[in-house]
């Protein structure tokens, strides 16, 4: 069953001091375009984290977010008291000194003048990462569950076209040796005119020679045969959008043969409605994993 490149998932891991979250959107593209939003703490996982979503995923154009919040006090900080207390000094000091009359809060410029206060660098515990390791994956099957829902809509849809295209092969028949007859009678017409004498069994050979290359019943042939291996790849248990694109290809290239081949108004208007729905099938294919 194929798989649409359209996605989403979201999980979650709650500890006594984190909350994590883990967002997924994938859209359709041709590659793997993998786009990471990774909390701080994670970043000495990326490598790893990219890892299993290429893995999971495979391809497209996806977007990672992942953020972590305190939900305990913060404690990934210091303050060092001792510069603390001798900035305090220094500007009350100051202060007194030039006569500062304006109000000011010199606690809070003390706060914020140079390396009184530190961050720390937080360890990623093993613990969290293997929770937020699994979370992970379960946002990754998130995805997939959604990409084989919708992939189930664009395979119905992609079966629906095939077979009329399928179909549009038998409304050509009724064409056929009607459209041989008009070009016998246009020939001898044409001949007829010239007022010249022809030998019959020469003409014979000469109308046979240029309706059998007008013949299509092997492209009908062709053209039928790839319809049924589409459907066949389509209903696969591995979805491949690639070989289904190369597929429509050929069916792309026989349905050109036939149009060329046609010289019949109506069977031509039947090879452009084949045009038509090959074209949507194009289409949809583009979001097929």
């Not at 305190?70 to 060092?80: E, G, L, P, Q, R």
């Not at 004498?197 to 020679?209: G, P, S, T, V």
């Not at 209903?235 to 349905?255: M, V, Y």
């Amino acid at each position: 069953m194929i798989k649409s490149m359209t996605g989403y998932g979201k999980s979650s891991v709650v500890t006594s001091s984190k909350s994590v979250v883990i967002e997924i959107k994938t859209l359709n593209s041709k590659q793997l375009d993998l786009n990471a939003r990774i909390a701080p703490l994670f970043r000495e996982r990326d490598s790893e984290i990219r890892s299993i979503v290429s893995r999971e995923l495979e391809r497209g154009k996806i977007d990672l977010t992942i953020t972590c919040e305190n939900i305990a006090a913060a404690s990934n900080f210091v303050i060092d008291e001792n510069l603390a207390k001798a900035y305090f000094d220094s500007l009350t000091q100051l202060s007194s000194y030039v006569g500062n009359k304006v109000e000011s809060d010199i606690f809070a410029q003390t706060l914020r003048m140079p390396e009184v206060v530190k961050s720390t660098q937080e360890a990623l515990s093993d613990e969290l990462w293997e929770k937020v390791n699994q979370a992970l994956i379960e946002t990754c099957n998130k995805v997939n569950a959604f990409r084989e829902q919708e992939g189930a809509v664009l395979a119905a849809d992609l079966e629906k076209r095939v077979k009329l295209i399928y179909n549009m092969v038998d409304d050509v028949e009724p064409f056929e040796n009607e459209r041989i007859v008009k070009q016998r009678e246009k020939l001898e017409k044409l001949l007829a005119e010239l007022s010249a004498n022809y030998d019959a069994n020469r003409l014979e050979q000469e109308m046979i020679f240029y309706l059998e290359k007008l013949d299509i019943t092997e492209e009908k042939v062709r053209l039928r045969k790839h319809c049924n291996y589409f459907i066949d790849t389509l209903n696969d248990t591995t979805s491949n959008g690639k070989k289904l694109g190369f597929i429509a290809q050929e069916c792309g290239r026989e349905i050109n043969t036939l149009g060329s081949k046609s010289n019949h108004f109506e069977m031509q208007q039947i090879v452009v409605c084949m045009k038509d729905e090959l074209e949507k099938i194009k289409e949809q294919l583009a979001n097929v994993l």
